[in-house]
Nanobody
């Protein structure tokens, strides 16, 4: 398994941008597919985006055109660039990785601890 640590969350005004990072260690990151999910209290964890080990990407409709997922295998790091943020984007954001699975379900084997993103109106 890989160990994942998110960073880059914080407080931003609506319309602003944040870039989340997900640093991986422990295994060969390039072989893993990675996903980003988010969760607010009282709700289920929600899919945001994924990038497969071969570079295939997918986004939730709610973030398409505003968020961009990417990865730098040389630095063992994944990214989520979030632009035009809205108050409804407020959540704890989690990165996840899996050696075999990629998709919209929260079936990834490895998870980070999460980073809080708060968007003020």
């Amino acid at each position: 398994q890989v160990q994942l640590v998110e960073s880059g969350g914080g407080l931003v005004q609506a319309g602003g941008s944040l870039r989340l990072s997900c640093a991986a260690s422990g295994r060969t990151f390039r072989n893993y597919s990675m996903g980003w999910f988010r969760q607010v209290p009282g709700k289920e964890r929600e899919f945001v985006a994924f990038i497969s080990w071969k570079g295939t990407t997918d986004y939730a409709d709610s973030v398409k055109g505003r968020f961009t997922i990417s990865r730098d295998n040389g630095k063992n790091t994944g990214f989520l660039q979030m632009n035009s943020l809205k108050p409804e984007d407020t959540a704890v954001y989690y990165c996840a990785a899996d050696l075999y699975y990629y998709g919209r379900e929260a079936q990834y084997d490895c998870w980070g601890q999460g980073t809080q993103v708060t968007v003020s109106a």
